[in-house]
């Protein structure tokens, strides 16, 4: 059986060029790559059930196709994203994060490779939706993303942990 960030693989594998959109062709090429057992006109039927204006956007097919998050770390992510959302408006900014993430704990910046600017602006581009860079993060886009993040973390408690120790639980 595939999984989740297998398919991930394969469509970076398949789709090089950077863009997060699919046409007709590379999806269904993406789909065969997985080794599922799915005719053509399957792999075209459930194209055309995601597609706009031809192409799938990756981000918003992964969205549809993951598993959701236990309770558990649905709450732990709610609990963050409420430390970080100070005024309670639903939107957290570049200002919020930065009082509370933990970028020196992480690894890029502990090694020297990084430094917290970067690790930032890499951290809050997860965040951007459609290439659109408006320094803020809604409570929906940090949802989606720890629920990517979510996918590929098989242990509840390094979950947990993760969670906990980046965002000052």
Request: negative net charge; charged residues 25%.
């Amino acid at each position: 059986m595939i999984n989740f960030n297998t398919l991930l693989r394969i469509f970076r594998k398949i789709h090089g060029n950077g863009s997060k959109q699919l046409n007709e062709t590379e999806f269904v090429n993406m789909l065969k790559a997985t080794g599922l057992e799915l005719s053509h006109e399957d792999a075209i039927a459930l194209f055309k059930r995601f597609e706009q204006d031809g192409t799938i956007s990756l981000d918003e097919f992964m969205i549809h196709i993951r598993p959701p998050m236990s309770d558990a770390r649905r709450a732990k992510v709610e609990q963050a994203f409420n430390k970080l959302d100070r005024d309670g408006n639903g939107v957290i900014s570049i200002d919020d994060i930065r009082k509370v993430y933990s970028l020196t704990a992480h690894p890029r910046y502990m090694s020297g490779e990084e430094s917290t600017d970067v690790i930032m602006n890499a951290f809050l581009a997860n965040f951007e939706q459609q290439d659109i860079a408006d320094g803020k993060v809604t409570r929906e886009e940090f949802m989606n993303y720890y629920n990517g993040i979510s996918v590929s973390i098989d242990n509840d408690c390094y979950f947990d942990l993760m969670m906990r120790q980046a965002f000052k639980l």
